[in-house]
């Protein structure tokens, strides 16, 4: 894959456009499924996705890395539900996260963006192993780095790797895209409550208090501990990857 030319070099080199110089975009695994048939992967909705992210890319020079989940494939929490070991059961749904992690490294290659998938378990014949400095050098090489396999560890969801990480490669904040037609964080579930508000911006205390189901609690625990912001948004309205990573106000910042 050729390297996108002149997307390496410092911050101070790169447009003013961007709110964000290096992100972590947080992608649930069911939103590379298909919302009309039971396609576990559909071609159309990852290709979507990863124009926006290699356009993204593109036109504000921003490093951007990818946690992508695997509720789409298998989740830990099913399994062991029926019985099963649930460690055994969580690496399943990480090895699904890897699968997820190879659909969008193709699509996004495609669009003419170099990657590279870095996995948090070792597979040396399909993907590179997780190492924090390798991640940071390729993303300065304006590669767009993809996690794969969480964390590595089971017993944890995609949400608390993808704080992890961002924290590791000195992310200013992880966006956190949701599929369900929830746009933000809101008082109360808009699905069921119609009086439900949508918040602008909420604090991590404030999140914590009122038991908001936006992120694992141990995602949002850690982001509250090292002071890294997050900002849910509407993955699924197209433009809206480069709207959170320009700033606009789309969704809800928690910080
Ligand atoms: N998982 C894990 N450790 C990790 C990350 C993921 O054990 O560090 C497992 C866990 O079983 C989880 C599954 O991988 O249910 C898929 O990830 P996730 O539920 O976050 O997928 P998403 O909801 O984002 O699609």
């Given at each position: 894959m050729a390297e996108t030319p002149g997307?390496?070099?410092?911050?101070?080199?790169?447009?003013?456009?961007?709110?964000?110089?290096r992100a972590v975009l947080k992608l649930s695994?069911?939103?590379?499924?298909?919302s009309s048939s039971?396609?576990?992967?559909d071609a159309r909705t990852v290709r979507r996705i990863a124009s926006e992210i290699a356009e993204s890319c593109d036109e504000l020079g921003v490093e951007l890395a990818v946690m992508v989940g695997g509720g789409n494939i298998w989740r830990g929490t099913t399994g062991a539900g029926e019985g099963m070991d649930r460690a055994t059961s969580d690496t399943m749904g990480m090895l699904g996260t890897v699968i997820n992690a190879l659909a969008l490294q193709d699509a996004i290659e495609r669009e003419g963006r170099a990657t590279r998938v870095l996995s948090a378990i070792a597979m040396a014949e399909v993907c590179e192993p997780y190492i924090r400095r390798r991640a940071i050098r390729h993303l300065e090489k304006g590669r767009v780095v993809i996690f794969a396999a969480g964390m590595g560890n089971p017993y944890f969801t995609t949400d608390t790797p993808a704080a992890l990480r961002a924290a590791e490669i000195e992310?200013?904040?992880?966006?956190?895209?949701?599929?369900?037609?929830?746009d933000g964080v809101y008082s109360a579930d808009p699905r069921r409550d119609p009086g439900a508000s949508r918040f602008d911006e909420i604090s991590f205390a404030e999140v914590m208090s009122r038991d908001l189901r936006v992120m694992d609690m141990t995602a949002i625990t850690f982001c509250m501990d090292n002071a890294l912001p997050i900002l849910v948004f509407d993955l699924m309205t197209p433009g809206n990857i480069r709207g959170a990573l320009t700033g606009q106000s789309i969704g809800t910042l928690i910080r």
């Open positions: 997307s390496a070099g410092s911050f101070a080199d790169r447009p003013a456009r961007a709110r964000w110089p695994g069911e939103a590379l499924a298909s039971d396609e576990t992967i992310a200013g904040v992880i966006l956190k895209g949701t599929h369900s037609g929830v």
